[in-house]
């Protein structure tokens, strides 16, 4: 399994746009990259997932390099509400169920 | 729908002790997982099922166990509660194996003194 690096923690002021990197250098050919957002007491919540160049949803947007080995999460104009811990995972999509999650990153987004 | 039901949310157990950490989805998802979370960490696997009958042990498994005889419940079962099990339990499901369509509940927050 891939494992992951994300900073620890990231301060934003609202309506910023934030970029939050994620490396897996030991990506595999099968693996899919995904993010998670976690409010405090609350489990974690689905934000967006893809495999090569960029994804968008009406949440985020995914850059994904040729190489593969990092990702970047994009959070446009963020609000005090973004403040979350984001999860960076890399596994295979269709195939295997440990997947696991790594410390991800502390968002604080500023008034 | 619910989703995915934990119960209880909190809960304080004494050392020995032992207790069952109730999960309950309503999505008719085949994979089940339940994780722990350690105050400031990120959630660490502890067993997983893909379907009834079928269980198997993720990054922490000692000292829990699990059976999966429905698709819709996945208890936890704690056997001899210890102060390094307090932890944010969280249950997950997923209709898709892989990490897309995880479901997660609320969580129990369990304290052992």
């Known amino acids: 399994l891939a494992k992951t690096t994300q900073p620890i923690s990231m301060d934003s002021y609202e309506g910023q746009e934030v970029n939050i990197t994620c490396s897996h250098n030991?990506?595999?050919?099968?693996?899919?990259i995904t993010w998670y957002q976690q409010f405090p007491s609350q489990g974690p919540r689905f934000i967006i997932q893809?495999?090569?160049t960029k994804v968008t949803n009406e949440v985020a947007s995914l850059f994904i390099p040729a190489d593969r080995k990092s990702s970047t999460l994009s959070l446009p104009r963020v609000s005090l509400s973004d403040t979350a811990v984001y999860y960076c995972?890399?596994?295979?999509?269709?195939?295997?169920?440990?997947?696991?999650f790594g410390t991800g990153t502390s968002l604080t987004v500023i008034p | 729908n619910a989703g995915v039901t934990q119960t209880p949310k909190f809960r304080i157990l004494k050392i020995g002790q032992s207790m069952t950490l109730q999960c309950a989805q309503d999505m008719n998802h085949n994979y089940m997982y339940w994780y722990r979370q350690d105050p400031g960490m990120g959630l660490k696997l502890i067993y997983y099922s893909v379907g009834a009958g079928i269980t198997d042990k993720g990054e922490v498994p000692n000292g829990y166990n699990v059976s999966r005889s429905t698709t819709e419940d996945f208890p936890l079962r704690l056997e001899l509660a210890a102060p390094s099990q307090t932890s944010v339990y969280f249950c997950?499901?997923?209709?898709?194996?892989?990490?897309?369509?995880?479901?997660f509940g609320s969580g129990t927050q369990l304290s052992v003194l």
């Open positions: 030991n990506i595999a050919t099968n693996d899919y």
């Open positions: 893809g495999y090569k």
């Open positions: 995972l890399v596994g295979v999509v269709n195939t295997g169920n440990q997947f696991y």
């Open positions: 997950a499901s997923s209709y898709l194996s892989g990490p897309r369509e995880l479901f």
